[in-house]
């Protein structure tokens, strides 16, 4: 049969006898209390791509039938909800998303996007109300080359310089022939690979179906010393 479980009016919290309500989730709008705002200045700073890439506004839209736009989650042994917003644009690209964090503040995490759907930036921000760690941010952008293949990221910490985190390249097929962890790391030791240096490169291989068999196959196949 149905089992009706009533709402109380003031916690939004399940009132049934030995049940708890985890997690409510809301669709096609923001009719729910307690919604976090929209922060145009956090998306701006998602705003790292060079100019040229065919930068997406990033801007809400109001159309968002069908899509998650938030949830209110419960804090265990509390009638505490934390309450948390997802925002979309016309193209239903998912630019901004916000969550409660346990030290009562919001974590951000905002993304711009190219014109055909491609993740061009994004931008972090950790909230600890009342922490050193207050406000803390992480800026990330990638690069892609004319066939819009992925070929690099880079990452800023705080008001530190960009750093490049990865780097790969592709096969005549489009195939990742090669990773790099951390290119600028001992670049002037050399290494292996295209260029040299970095922490660590990754040698792709693949049979004549374009099935991968290995990752570094001939270290890993290599006998005698490392």
């Known amino acids: 049969g149905t089992v009706i479980l009533p709402l109380s009016n003031s916690t939004g919290l399940l009132t049934c006898t030995n049940c708890i309500a985890l997690q409510f989730n809301y669709y096609d709008g923001f009719a729910y209390s307690g919604r976090p705002a929209f922060s145009a200045s956090i998306a701006a700073k998602a705003a790292v791509a060079p100019v040229g890439s065919n930068q997406q506004p990033m801007v809400p839209t109001a159309r968002l039938k069908g899509f998650a736009t938030g949830s209110r989650v419960a804090v265990l042994g509390t009638t505490t909800l934390h309450n948390n917003a997802s925002y979309f644009d016309n193209r239903g690209n998912l630019i901004q998303q916000i969550s409660r964090n346990l030290r009562a503040a919001n974590d951000f995490h905002s993304y711009q996007y190219a014109w055909d759907g491609r993740v061009l930036g994004s931008a972090y921000r ?3 109300s009342g ?24 990452q800023k910490y705080g008001t530190n310089a960009w750093r490049e985190m990865v780097n790969q390249q592709y096969d005549n097929l489009g195939r990742v022939s090669g990773k790099r962890l951390s290119p600028t790391y001992n670049a002037h030791h050399g290494g292996i690979g295209p260029g040299g240096g970095g922490l660590e490169y990754q040698a792709y291989s693949y049979n004549i179906r374009g099935q991968m068999i290995g990752i570094n196959k001939d270290f890993a196949l290599k006998t005698g010393s490392y």
């Open 126 to 128: 950790h909230g600890f």
């Open 131 to 154: 922490g050193v760690m207050s406000n803390y941010e992480i800026l990330t952008r990638f690069g892609y080359d004319l066939l819009g293949r992925l070929i690099k990221k880079e």
